[in-house]
């Protein structure tokens, strides 16, 4: 069973950095893929931000690419998420997932990444909170 715990939210200014991290257990089948997702307060639906397979292709969706960089250390199953240039519409809760036996194959571009969102994700953390200032 996959599992995944996040850490190193927190609050900050606009403009300013975090960088967030994921555990992950339960991993025991390649390929594999792992995800950033988050949920802004009042709304049920969970965004898929960005996501990366363990032979290092990456997927960010538009409001992140360029800011967010995902980055994954296949010795220790951990997930990273370093995110700059934070700005107030960032502020969420932020979660990681994983998914067994799929990469992401269809490139980086914005409807193969609306199609990986699809993936049957799995393992959900707790999240952990971003909250940026104005």
């Known amino acids: 069973q996959v599992r995944m715990v996040e850490s190193g939210g927190g609050s900050v200014e606009s403009g300013g950095s975090l960088r967030l991290s994921c555990v992950a257990s339960?991993?025991?089948?390649?390929?594999?893929?792992m995800g950033w997702f988050r949920q802004v307060p009042g709304q049920v639906k969970r965004e898929g931000i960005s996501f990366i397979d363990n032979e290092g292709n990456t997927s960010y969706d538009e409001s992140t690419k360029g800011r967010f960089t995902a980055s994954l250390d296949n010795a220790i199953d951990t997930l990273y998420l370093q995110m700059d240039s934070l700005k107030p519409e960032d502020t969420a809760m932020y979660y990681c997932a994983a998914v067994l036996g799929r990469r992401l194959y269809r490139g980086g571009d914005a409807e193969s990444h609306k199609y990986y969102a699809q993936y049957e994700w799995d393992g959900w953390g707790q999240g952990t909170q971003v909250t940026v200032s104005s």
């Open positions: 339960g991993i025991n089948y390649s390929p594999y893929s």
